[in-house]
């Protein structure tokens, strides 16, 4: 192994049985390989993002309940099926912003359902459906390189916040799909990595595995962002998201609304780049997205050598914020570029997914 990128984000080891995934906390000073199978571990490991971004969290996720279908012990499908949605729901209490958390366990707990032979099949079934969403990650994040390809010129200036890349996803990402395909096909991109507070997945994570791969990669600070776009260095952003609203209205970390705002000050195209899975199209706009708020101690105290902000401080410190749909240029998907009005646009993507489906 030589680089970040030769490893899986998140796998099934099919011997052991065990969830595998890499530690991100430890990023990127060490590279560490977690076996995971009890359910406990697995919860931990999504809520204190050992294993995060939207995509790698709904695969973990899935093959987590895999794992805790194997532990049920009941050979009475009706019991059998009960106990499975137990786990689903302990499962996905672990965050509650990424729409791909509830997704892959909805359509792991729909193949149980549809299932018709004994509970060991199912066990079975449900193997094969967890690996299913583990290959179908992995085929999507290509195209969604592809599409997002279509949009920029080589040579381009990218600017991206948080970390949308392969360690968000199995293989590729999501909003960094077309700078390593831009990277193999001689584009010589130069991405700026929003370091993105308070966790800093811009600088530990996405500066990290685009520079393994060779990428001219330039780290910002949060508050940069506007002066490397007032200098005309940046020529297009690239986000993620953890969920889209039916409307287009487009959930990620926080600080990206931000981004956006400035994007548009400064008349730089905005992309969203959301493998179906990520769009909702049950939630009609980003008013009615839960958006998670983590302990204040990640802005007081993490990552300094002494804590810098007064004892007992008030803090408010949410993950996520919305960018709203009008600041959005496009929302790339595996099945097409969306744009405005994203309520037709978005249903026709879908309209797509289904006739693929056929
Ligand atoms: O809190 P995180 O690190 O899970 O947040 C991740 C993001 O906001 C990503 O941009 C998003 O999940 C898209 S990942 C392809």
């Known amino acids: 192994m030589s680089s970040i990128l030769d490893y899986d984000t998140v796998a099934l080891d099919e011997q052991e049985p065990a969830l595998v995934i890499i530690d991100q906390t430890l990023l990127p000073g060490e590279i560490k390989l977690l076996h995971l199978t009890k359910q406990n571990e697995i919860w931990e490991a999504i809520r204190t993002l050992r294993v995060r971004g939207a995509p790698a969290i709904g695969v973990a996720a899935a093959i987590g309940l895999y794992l805790a279908a194997r532990e049920i012990e009941t050979e009475e499908r009706a019991a059998f099926l009960d106990a499975l949605h137990m786990a689903a729901e302990y499962l996905n209490s672990a965050r509650p912003t990424a729409v791909n958390l509830s997704w892959a366990l909805a359509r792991m707990e729909r193949a149980a359902r549809d299932f018709q032979g004994n509970v060991a099949a199912c066990k079975e079934r449900l193997r094969w459906e967890c690996q299913a969403i583990w290959a179908e990650d992995i085929d999507v994040c290509r195209r969604l390189g592809e599409n997002g390809l279509t949009l920029v010129k ?176 496009a929302i790339v998907t595996e099945y097409g570029v969306a744009r405005a009005p994203y309520d037709v646009s978005l249903r026709e993507i879908f309209a797509k997914k289904e006739a693929a489906r056929k």
């Open 154 to 329: 080589p040579g381009a200036g990218l600017l991206t916040h948080c970390n949308a890349g392969q360690l968000a996803t199995v293989r590729y990402g999501t909003a960094t799909a077309p700078m390593y395909l831009g990277q193999q096909r001689g584009y010589h991109f130069r991405v700026y990595c929003d370091e993105t507070r308070p966790l800093l997945q811009g600088a530990r994570l996405t500066s990290f595995e685009l520079s393994s791969a060779g990428i001219d990669t330039t780290l910002i600070c949060d508050n940069m962002a506007a002066s490397v776009m007032k200098k005309g260095l940046i020529d297009a952003v690239f986000v993620g998201c953890d969920r889209v609203a039916a409307n287009g209205d487009a959930a990620n970390k926080i600080g990206t609304l931000g981004v956006a705002i400035l994007a548009k000050r400064f008349g730089i195209p905005f992309y969203v780049v959301a493998p179906s899975s990520t769009i909702d199209l049950n939630t009609p706009t980003g008013e009615e997205i839960i958006i998670e708020e983590r302990d204040g101690d990640e802005i007081c105290e993490m990552w300094y050598e002494q804590r810098m902000a007064p004892a007992g401080i008030k803090t408010w410190n949410p993950a996520f914020d919305v960018t709203d749909h009008d600041l959005i240029d």
